[in-house]
């Protein structure tokens, strides 16, 4: 089984439900607290053994590598003043050379599409995907677990979280088959089905491992339920030509796409930190007694 060791990372969506915010600077780069989004799918990836990262950009993502790049005035300044250790953090943001691609979207067709674009810089070797703005916070990378699954049974595999019956129309839901040891057979998978029509609950959570096999599949994949070329589409299609798995999450999952789930990743985040922790909780405990008060 060949090893997985690259990663792609669709960042060309519109970002229209972050707007103004997302209309100069690529969602991706939106931090919670200080890290920006992207970090954390990135060292996700790391942790997992991923070496290779291709980005997938589109309209207005130059900051992001930026971001990716040296900084070599701000690294300097900070040196002269003293502050050589924040200098040094920002060096171990960086990747070694080639290990970092960018291939252009142009225009927002839809993730399937975006992954597709990728087509040429994969080639005939299984990938990661990550949407770097559903953030997994984990002791051990679903990632990872993912990965084994992969190395056992090949094909398609996809990370998936049990979600409330009336948010099915926001995801991609698989029907379940046999489940062993935590390994779910993927029987059917459909894009965003309405409550009634949904096969179950369990939602793709923006972590897959694909077989290169689904680019010819993504080739003939036709605009789907939003308009889009789905990703989910192509998986399905897949179904019968390459074995198809899911896994279940074990992390805290916070859909940052989602100004709500965004938010509430700050909070959580703010309060795991041991310098701003007691402040944080005293601002929350602050307001709710206010809201209870008024
Ligand atoms: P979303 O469905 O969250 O879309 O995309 P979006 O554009 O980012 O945000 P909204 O809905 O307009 O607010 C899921 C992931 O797929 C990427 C996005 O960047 C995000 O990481 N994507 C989506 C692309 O790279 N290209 C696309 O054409 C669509």
Known sequence: MTQVKTA????????????????????VLLPIVDRPL??????????????????????????????FDVSFELEATLRAKGQSDIAASLEGL???????????????????????????TIGDAPFAVLLADELILSDVPDLTTML???????????????????????????TPGETHNGVIEVTDIVEKPNPEHAPSNLAVIGRYILDPSIMAMLETTE??????IELTD??????????????????DRF????????????????????????????????????????
């Open 255 to 294: 859909d940052c796409g989602s100004k709500t789930g965004f938010v509430d990743a700050t909070i959580h985040a703010a309060l795991g930190r041991s310098d701003m922790r007691s402040h944080v909780q005293g601002t929350i405990d602050r307001l709710a007694n206010h809201s209870t008060d008024s």
């Open 38 to 67: 992207i970090q954390y799918a990135v060292d996700e990836a790391a942790a997992a053994g991923i070496e290779n990262l291709v980005f997938v950009t589109g309209r207005g993502n130059s900051a992001l590598e930026d971001y």
């Open 8 to 27: 792609v990372f669709p960042v060309a969506g519109l970002g229209t439900r972050f707007l103004p915010a997302t209309k100069a600077m690529p969602k």
């Open 234 to 251: 192509a998986l399905l299609a897949s179904i019968g030509t390459v074995p198809f798995h899911a896994v279940r999450t074990t992390g």
């Open 223 to 228: 605009t789907g339920a939003g308009g889009e």
């Open 94 to 120: 960086r990747r070694g050379p080639g290990q970092i691609a960018y291939v252009r979207q142009i225009d927002p067709l839809g993730l399937g599409h975006a992954v597709w674009c990728a087509r040429n």
């Open 148 to 174: 084994e699954v992969h190395a056992e049974h090949g094909g398609n595999v996809v990370l998936v979280d049990e979600v409330a019956r009336s948010r099915t129309g926001s995801y991609g839901i698989i």
